[in-house]
């Protein structure tokens, strides 16, 4: 519904200069996880400019902003699915992107006073070997969680992938998250492995069992077309009901 806007409050906007106060800058950062050789890992880029250059960092870039109240540019969802095909050469609409959090620590980035807004995407292992480098960006890899605890990573980089990672192992548990983790149709075992490798830890097969279970009565999961050949029978296989 649009709003009526007051003669009175058209010649305050017309009159106001955004210029006369202090504006910090945005940016979107996406933390790329997927599951490559068992093992989860991020996606991270080498910048090509100062500052950090040479540095790797986790796929972003500025929001564009518009000039006027009528042009105001555009929405940070948009933004961050457009700093995904520039930089990775994936299509936001094969992957699952979703806001994390915002960063806003003042001294975040030495050129000026920029907030970020952080979003976590998630793969599926088939499309990680179409990632590209792209935009401004000079590289990019695959990184395990063991090989990040090495590495320098520019700005404030690391809390935006360890906040991204405490928020997929939650919803893990909980969600359908996996269904970006996983192919399109999977076995019971396929998918325990998913939520033991995101988890970190052993799962028990029992257990897991009971919990798989309950994604069928919720409604989470159904049973899909056709078997999986194993060593020792086929299996049935299932695949998620997304909304």
Not at 4 to 17: A, D, G, M, N, P
Not at 202 to 216: A, E, Q, S, V, Y
């Amino acid at each position: 519904m649009s709003r009526k806007v007051t003669s009175e409050e058209k010649q305050f906007l017309e009159s106001y200069r955004p210029g006369d106060y202090p504006r910090p800058s945005v940016t979107v950062d996406l933390v790329i996880f997927t599951i490559i050789d068992a093992r989860l890992v991020v996606l991270l880029v080498k910048r090509k400019e100062h500052p950090f250059k040479g540095s790797w960092v986790v796929p972003g870039g500025f929001v564009r902003v518009g000039e006027s109240a009528n042009e105001q540019g555009e929405d940070l969802d948009a933004a961050a699915k457009r700093e995904l095909a520039e930089e990775t050469g994936l299509d936001p609409e094969r992957v699952h992107v979703e806001q994390l959090a915002t960063f806003g620590r003042a001294g975040r980035d030495p050129r000026m006073r920029v907030i970020s807004v952080g979003y976590v995407a998630l793969v599926r292992p088939d499309l990680a070997p179409i990632v590209k480098a792209g935009g401004d960006v000079s590289d990019v890899k695959w990184v395990s969680m063991d090989e990040l605890k090495k590495l320098e990573l520019g700005f404030d980089h690391r809390e935006i992938v360890t906040t991204a990672l405490t928020r997929i192992r939650a919803e893990v548990e909980s969600s359908d998250v996996a269904f970006d983790l996983v192919p399109l149709t999977f076995t019971i075992p396929e998918l325990r492995n998913v939520h033991a490798i995101v988890l970190d830890k052993d799962m028990d097969p029992g257990n897991f069992r009971r919990k798989f279970n309950r994604m069928l009565e919720d409604g989470l999961i159904e049973q899909a077309p056709g078997k999986r050949i194993t060593t020792s029978k086929p299996a049935t296989v299932y695949r998620f009901k997304r909304k």
